[in-house]
């Protein structure tokens, strides 16, 4: 694999649409583009600005205000609000208050006062470069195949080697005002140059309107990209040293690897995990300078931000490794690398667990606090496998010291970032599977969970209801938060597949909603057998075959876990008409309290919730279920949810919402010393009473 076929970028901007917009819209468009593709700069990193002028809300009189990508946000996915807003001659009157470089932080609390029109969006640290530029438009992106160069032994030559005179060169300094005045000098006294490369870190460039500007940002990114492509050795980390497994079988020991791994680092935060055997990450993987290389550790600051210094690596005999001493290991490695580099000052030290995993043969694993950190966390690493790549190709690849790193890391700023974060939701990091989930009460169980941060595997059968469903909550909740999954609970096979996909998803398993139903009204004597037995194999066989695959994973996993049973109130009392229906519900409920007894040694907590009387967008009450009942009541099929509300204790109509209420109890914390409980979701009916 060459650099060219990760970087071969294409203009994608439209004149007609650009002329469309004004000048802030333009940016934004820019900024869309340029985010838009992950060759270009990583996910959140990066940032556009525009210096224009603007009235100020306050004397009515036009300033000049530089528009900025504000602090933690995303170029390809930012609104018009995602922009910081300064004034930009306050901006630059910093310059004349700094002296030396133990002011860099102070300066940065400084850009709160040069804040237009009381803009609530932080100010990135990027802010002075940007500003200290003397032009009306600059871009700054974290290219693959530039960072490939900024992070040479060479940079600096190879800076001057490919693109001559038209973009300059800085060293490695942390981000802030020192900088930015360092790139504005360099900018003002060489007006020949479209940008600069700033070692270790990224690519500055810059025009006298948006297009120029991202033509240029376009065209040096590419010109980097074709140069290492035609100049790198064309033995790619020295040659591989062990073949890549067959699919099936990398699927099989990442998904034994992510349940083992969870194990160890999710004991005081839970954690999603992604899987990615990409060629690029195969090719790393399995060469001879991967160790070396991944022990030098990441460089761009962008990087190890996100996944650390360096990864672990688990041998590619994994059947005989040690992983909690490598887990171990790893913790107090960077336990002793915080000691040696802190200051006074420094925050406190964080999760020391690895994120990146890497396996020789299989691929590598990635560990976040939710789906789409895991998930960007291994497109980051890609990104240093490419920097990595095209680094020790054309030259020596070299990571940023340790104290840098370190001061990146732990930058005071930094942490003010993390603290404007939005508290974690209850289930952030759990994974739940539901099935039945694309119909009725499983649908509205998969919604609240979802609601509450869990990542959930939607379980079905009906593949266009699941399609649907599916696809409306990745609307709602992202696409990183749903999968999908057919599942014909019927099928020990199916079952087993459905959970070994979940698995590999998201990591493992931490809450199974048995779901999916069936009901085939009749009197007894009418029951045929294909009747009971289709009723036995969905609520008595598929709860069982369910159930025991979850907590298969769980037990293995080693985190606990909740299972919740979702039965009825058929299970408790008898009802006329349901005698199939009725004895699978009481079968599923003794099922519960049975794996809740040999759950509770391993933290596995198994209850029930019971539904009655659940109309509304239940599938059951369309299958000729409702006509039933109703013909039983000697009622109208309209007047039974009345009936139902009217019988009640509290006079009140259940619904599926109320029904994903009780799920959640048991699903969360709040009932951490719940199991082999029944939950009646029936807005009280006497005859259900458990006690």
Sequence with gaps: MTMNDTISVVSRWDDTYANSLDETGQLLYRSHLLGADLRITNFGGGNTSAKTEMRDPFSDVPVTVLLVKGSGGDMGSMKLDGFATLYQDRLASLKDRYISLDQEDAMAHALNHCIFNLNPRAPSIDTCLHSYVPHAHVDHVHSDSIIAIAASKDAQSLTREIFGNEIGFLPWQRPGIDLGIKLGQLASENPSLVGVVLESHGLFTWGPNAKACYDTTIRIVNKASNWLDNSGKKLVFAGELVSALPVAERAKIAKRLMLDIRAHICTSEMKIGHFSDAPEVLEFVNSKQMTALAAIG??????????????????????????????????????????????????????????????????????????????????????????????????????????????????????????????????????????????????????????????????????????????????????????????????????????????????????????????????????????????????????????????????????????????????????????????????????????????????????????????????????????????????????????????????????????????????????????????????????????
């Excluded at 595997?457 to 909550?473: M, P, R, Y």
């Excluded at 909740?477 to 070994?500: C, H, L, P, Q, R």
Aim: with cysteine; charged share 20%; glycine share 8%.
């Design 298 to 691: 990441t460089s761009c600051p962008d990087h190890f931000l996100t996944i650390k210094i360096k990864p672990v690596i688990i041998p590619n005999k994994t059947k005989g490794v040690d992983l909690e001493a490598l887990i171990e290991g790893y913790r107090q490695a960077y336990a002793a690398y915080y000691e040696r580099c802190r200051q006074a000052g420094s925050p406190a030290m964080r999760d020391p667990n690895a994120v990146i995993y890497l396996i020789p043969q299989v691929g590598m694993l990635a560990f976040g606090k939710s789906k789409a950190a895991a998930r960007i966390a291994s497109e980051f690493y890609i990104n240093a496998i490419n920097v990595m790549r095209g680094a020790s190709s054309v030259s020596e690849y070299k990571g940023l010291p340790e104290q840098e790193a370190f001061n990146i890391e732990y930058w005071r700023l930094e942490e003010a970032k993390l603290a404007r974060m939005p508290k974690p939701k209850s289930l952030q990091g759990r994974v739940a599977l539901v099935t039945g989930a694309a119909n009725g009460i499983g649908t509205a169980i998969a919604k609240k969970l979802l609601s509450q941060g869990a990542c959930v595997a939607l379980a079905d059968i009906d593949e266009k209801a699941l399609e649907e469903t599916t696809a409306q909550f990745t609307t709602d909740y992202g696409k990183d938060n749903v999968y999908a999954v057919k599942i014909d609970v019927t099928s020990e096979g199916a079952i087993i597949k459905g959970f070994d996909d979940t698995v590999l998803h998201f990591g493992g398993l931490d809450i199974l909603v048995n779901n999916a139903g069936i009901a085939i009204p009749s009197p007894i004597e009418n029951t045929t057998l294909d009747d009971w037995n289709k009723q036995m194999a969905i609520l008595g066989t598929g709860y069982f075959l369910v159930g025991r695959e979850a907590f298969r994973i769980m037990k293995q996993q080693n985190l606990g876990g909740s299972m919740i049973f979702i039965a009825s109130k058929n299970g408790m009392i008898a009802s006329a008409g349901t005698g199939a229906y009725g004895s699978m519900k009481a079968a599923e409920i003794h099922l519960a309290r049975c794996m809740a007894l040999e759950g509770a040694p391993f933290g596995i907590r198994v209850n029930t919730v019971n539904p009655d009387a659940v109309l509304r967008g239940s599938k059951l009450m369309s299958d000729g279920y409702r006509d039933s009942r109703a013909e039983s009541l000697k009622i109208r099929p309209d007047q039974l949810e009345e009936h139902y509300r009217k019988r009640s204790l509290l006079q009140r109509s259940v619904f599926s919402e109320d029904i994903a209420e009780g799920v959640y109890f048991f699903a969360s914390d709040a009932s951490f010393k719940s199991t082999g409980n029944i939950l009646n979701v029936d807005a009280g009916h006497v005859a259900s009473f458990t006690r």
